[in-house]
C-alpha cells in the first residue's frame, strides 16, 4: 500500500473515500445539510467506530465519504485514532475501496495523531491470509492519503514514524502467523536476518554447537526432544551518538511450537502453539523500527528460538541442567520451557552488557486467567525503568497491568536437588513464572511480559485482524526511542 501525508483541499480532493471524523454529540457544519436526514434519524451519532459509508454527498468530489465516529472529544486520544484509522480501512477494503483520504482536521492534526493515523492505516491493511493460494479480490486498499491543514517537518516526521511502526507490526505478524512446520527455530533466524539486511544491526545466530560451548544449558535442554535444531538469535543497533551509557536489552520467547514435551498438552487446541513464538516476533519487528527511526539508545534484540516436542531424546520431568548462570535447574514440568531458554537469554544479555532488560513471552495460561485477553501482565523489578515502560505502552495503546514479583512466590521454587525448580505451586502460576525469570535477571533492572493472553486475537475486531496482534512491539519501540 502506498501512503502519504498531504494537505489536499478536502471538498475538492478526487478519491474512493474520503474518510472524515465525526464526535459524538457534534454535527459536522460541512455535511448537516447533506445529511440532515441521517442526523436526524440518530443513524450518525457520532460513537466511536461508528461508519457510515455515503456515496456522492453534496458539497464533496470524493466518490464516497465515509463519517468515522470519533467517539467524545475529551476521550479521544492516539490510541483511538489508531483504532479508527486501522477499522476505516479494514471497513473500507471489505467495499472494494482502492483509495481514500484520511482528514485529520484543525487540532487534530498533531504529531501523535498523524503517527497513530499512520501505524493505523498501515496495519489495518494487513490479512492474516499469506497462505492462501487464491487472495479473495479486491482486500486491499492501494493508496491512502492522510491529510492535515499544514505538512511541516514536525508532521512529516511523526508520519514517517508512525509508518515504520505499523510496518514492524505486520513483518512481526507474518512472521508469526506461518505455521511451525514452516517456521522453525531455523527459518525464524533466517526472517530475522532478511530483517537485518542493509539496515545496519549486527546479526548473529548461535548454533547448537555454540551455546553448548558457552554453556546454555537450560536452553539446550529444552531444544533436544526435537529434531528441529535451536536458534539463537541476537540482532543489536548501535547509535552514532549516544545519549548515555544505557544498553536496552529486548528479549523474546521464540518457542516455534510447543507440545509441552514429555509433560505433554491435551490435543485439543493444541494447534494454538504455533503463537509461542510472538514475543520473538515482536523483538525482531521492533528491532527492524529501532533500525530505522535511530534512537539514541543501544538496543540488543534477542530470540532464543526453540521447538519443544517429546522427541526420543527429549529432557524428562526429573532431569537437572546447568544453566549458562550456573544456577542448576530441576525440570518438573517440561511443559514450562520458555522460562528455561529465557533464563539462558537474559543471562546472555547481561553478559553482552545490557544495563536494562525486558522480555516478552507467551509465558502462562495463568496469565490469561487473570487478565482475560485484555492487558498484558507487566512484573517490574525496578521502579525507574517501570514508569519508562507504562508511558511508552500507553502511547503505543498496548493496555498493561502490573503484577506482583515477592519473595512468597519465590518459596515455591524451592527444591533440594538444584538451585531452583522450574514450576511453582497450583496457584498464581504467572507470578512463580517471573520469580523463576527474576532469579536470572538478578540486579539489573528488569520488566518480563506475560503476553499469553494479549498475543494472539481468536475472533477478528472492526480495527484488528484476526491472530497475530504484534503486542508488545510498538512499546518496544516507543521505550526505545523516548529514552
Ligand atoms: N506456552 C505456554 C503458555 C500457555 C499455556 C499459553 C496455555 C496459553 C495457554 C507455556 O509454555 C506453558 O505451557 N506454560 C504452562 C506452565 C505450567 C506447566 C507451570 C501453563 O501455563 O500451563
Ligand atoms: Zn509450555
Ligand atoms: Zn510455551
Redesign the pocket.
Known amino acids: 500500500m502506498e501512503l502519504t501525508l498531504g494537505s489536499p483541499q478536502l471538498a475538492g480532493v478526487e478519491t474512493d473515500a474520503l474518510i472524515l471524523l465525526e464526535a459524538e454529540g457534534e454535527k459536522r457544519a460541512d455535511l448537516e445539510k447533506p445529511l440532515a436526514g441521517l442526523y436526524e434519524s440518530g443513524e450518525i451519532s457520532g460513537k466511536l467506530l461508528e461508519f457510515t459509508l455515503l456515496h456522492g454527498v453534496e458539497g464533496f468530489r470524493a466518490r464516497r465519504v465515509l463519517v468515522a465516529g470519533s467517539g467524545k472529544p475529551e476521550k479521544l486520544d492516539a490510541a483511538g485514532l489508531r483504532k479508527i484509522a486501522s477499522a476505516a480501512v479494514r471497513f473500507l477494503k471489505g467495499k472494494g475501496v482502492k483509495s481514500a483520504v484520511f482528514a485529520l482536521e484543525g487540532g487534530a492534526a498533531t504529531a501523535a495523531n498523524v503517527a497513530a493515523v499512520a501505524t493505523g492505516v498501515v496495519a489495518g491493511s494487513w490479512e492474516p491470509d499469506r497462505l492462501k493460494s487464491k487472495k479473495e479480490p479486491g482486500k486491499a486498499v492501494a493508496s491512502v492519503e492522510i491529510a492535515v491543514s499544514a505538512a511541516g517537518d514536525g508532521l512529516e516526521k511523526a508520519f514517517g514514524r508512525g509508518k515504520v511502526i505499523g510496518e514492524a507490526l505486520n513483518l512481526s505478524r507474518d512472521i508469526s502467523v506461518e505455521p511451525p512446520n514452516i517456521l522453525t527455530p531455523t527459518a525464524m533466524a533466517e526472517r530475522a536476518r532478511e530483517m537485518a539486511k542493509g539496515t545496519g544491526l549486527s546479526f548473529e545466530v548461535l548454533d547448537r554447537d555454540r551455546m553448548r560451548q558457552l554453556g546454555m544449558g537450560a536452553l539446550l535442554g529444552v531444544a533436544q526432544g526435537s529434531a528441529e535444531p535451536p536458534a539463537f538469535i541476537v540482532m543489536q543497533y548501535k547509535p552514532e551518538k549516544a545519549t548515555g551509557a544505557a544498553h536496552l536489552g529486548l528479549i523474546g ?1 521464540g ?1 516455534t511450537f ?1 507440545t ?1 514435551g514429555i ?1 505433554i ?1 491435551p490435543s485439543e ?1 493444541m494447534e ?2 504455533k ?2 513464538m510472538c514475543g520473538g516476533a515482536a523483538v525482531i519487528g521492533a528491532m527492524q523500527a529501532i533500525a530505522r527511526l535511530k534512537p539514541g539508545i543501544a538496543v540488543t534484540g534477542i530470540v532464543p528460538a526453540v521447538e ?1 516436542m517429546p522427541g526420543g531424546k527429549a529432557q524428562r520431568p526429573g532431569d537437572i541442567v546447568t544453566s549458562l548462570s550456573g544456577k542448576t535447574i530441576e525440570i518438573l ?1 517440561t ?5 528455561l531458554i529465557l533464563a539462558d537469554a537474559i543471562t546472555y544479555a547481561i553478559q553482552l552488557g545490557c544495563t536494562h532488560l525486558v522480555d516478552a ?8 486467567v487473570a487478565l482475560g485477553h485484555t492487558s498484558s501482565g507487566v512484573f517490574a523489578s525496578d521502579e525507574a525503568l517501570l514508569e519508562r515502560w507504562m508511558s511508552a505502552a500507553k502511547d503505543a495503546g498496548e493496555k498493561m497491568w502490573r503484577m506482583p514479583l515477592d519473595d512468597e512466590y519465590r518459596d515455591q521454587l524451592k527444591t533440594v536437588y538444584a538451585d531452583i525448580q ?3 505451586g497450583r496457584w498464581g ?2 507470578c ?2 517471573a520469580m523463576f525469570l527474576k532469579e536470572f535477571a538478578g540486579e539489573t533492572p528488569w520488566i518480563h511480559l506475560d503476553v ?2 494479549t498475543a494472539w486475537l481468536d475472533d477478528e475486531k472492526p480495527f484488528l485482524a484476526k491472530g497475530p496482534t504484534g503486542i508488545p512491539l510498538g512499546s518496544f519501540v516507543n521505550l526505545a526511542m523516548g529514552w
Open positions: 520467547k518457542v510447543d509441552g509433560s498438552k487446541g494454538k502453539m503463537y509461542d519443544n514440568n511443559d514450562a520451557e520458555g522460562r513471552a507467551t509465558l502462562t495460561g495463568a496469565i490469561a522450574n514450576i511453582g502460576g504467572a512463580s513464572a499469553a493472553g
